[in-house]
């Protein structure tokens, strides 16, 4: 057996709530690697981050369970693909909406994951123009398009650059519970005056942080964190703590996704600047 994770780590890195994952251990679609007798508490092996990216593929598609346990058993890629073209079929008219996940899950189901590079990050306390609010991750993207619109144009209206990339901190219970803190941030000069209002200035906590680059569209973003949360995992070094992105390169400087490129930062402790 692998390395085993904690139902919160396995949650953040397959953005499966905990509700999710009993409910899909209850239905027999997933079920832990271990079980503690007594408590009931989950433990999770590495090596099941990839059927939970595929289940959490096929459910963004709306395929019923059934039809999600009749892929993950199909005897061969045949019978697999035949029961992915048909749901495929019924829904050709949302197709427009659903290209990016689809995409995505047939990038997932190669037979090869793609690696990450992973560095290590001491980020200082930074001043920034940020909107703190609690939201459900169902509503992310809206939330993240709105909060940085409106950043970007207060900066704008002020005639102020920004002091370095945005970036957005996310609590574990966005992961876990599927609402929590979240706050979207752009650095500004410390002693910059600016106005009161639901952006407010705040300091970003500094953190020590296990560092991986994503690019591309954030429809496969969970890739990189279940790589970067694997990396963590295995050395045992995670901290609790909030996740940090850092954007780049985002929808607030070009439409191609293809472009993206974000930086998902993992708490971890303290090390003396490279990883074992």
């Known amino acids: 057996m692998g390395t085993l994770l ?29 079980v503690a007798p007594g408590s009931g508490y ?27 346990r009749a892929v993950l058993e199909a005897p061969d890629l045949a019978a697999r693909n035949a029961i992915v073209v048909a749901h495929l079929g019924r829904m050709e008219v949302e197709l427009a909406r659903t290209q990016a996940t689809v995409a995505s ?31 459900r991750l169902a509503d992310f993207k809206a939330w993240w398009r709105e909060a940085f619109a409106e950043l970007d144009g207060i900066f704008r209206d002020l005639g102020l650059a920004a002091a370095g990339p945005a970036g957005a901190l996310f609590s574990g219970e966005v992961f876990e519970r599927e609402e929590g803190e979240a706050v979207a941030f752009v650095p500004v000069p410390p002693d910059e005056r600016l106005p009161a209002g ?38 045992a070094i995670g901290v609790e703590g909030p996740i940090r992105e850092t954007y780049l390169v985002s929808a607030r ?23 074992p």
Not at 108 to 126: D, F, G, M, Q
Not at 226 to 231: E, I, K, M, R, S
């Open 198 to 235: 639901r952006a407010r200035r705040l300091v970003v906590p500094g953190a020590e942080l296990a560092v991986a680059t994503h690019e591309g569209s954030f429809a496969d973003v969970d890739q990189t964190y279940a790589a970067l949360g694997a990396f963590v995992a295995e050395r």
């Open 253 to 275: 400087d070009m439409a191609d996704e293809s472009r993206f490129r974000t930086e998902v930062g993992w708490p971890v402790f303290a090390t003396h600047g490279s990883f």
């Open 105 to 135: 899950l047939r990038a997932l189901l190669e037979p090869a994951a793609a690696s990450v590079e992973v560095a290590y990050r001491s980020v200082p306390p930074t001043p920034a123009l940020a909107i703190v609010e609690s939201l």
């Open 6 to 34: 904690t139902i919160g780590d396995f949650s953040r890195m397959t953005y499966l709530s905990v509700k999710a994952l009993r409910h899909y251990h209850e239905a027999g679609l997933l079920e832990p690697a271990e």
């Open 42 to 68: 989950r433990l999770y092996d590495v090596s099941q981050v990839r059927t939970a990216q595929v289940i959490r593929r096929f459910r963004d598609l709306g395929m019923p369970l059934e039809q999600v």
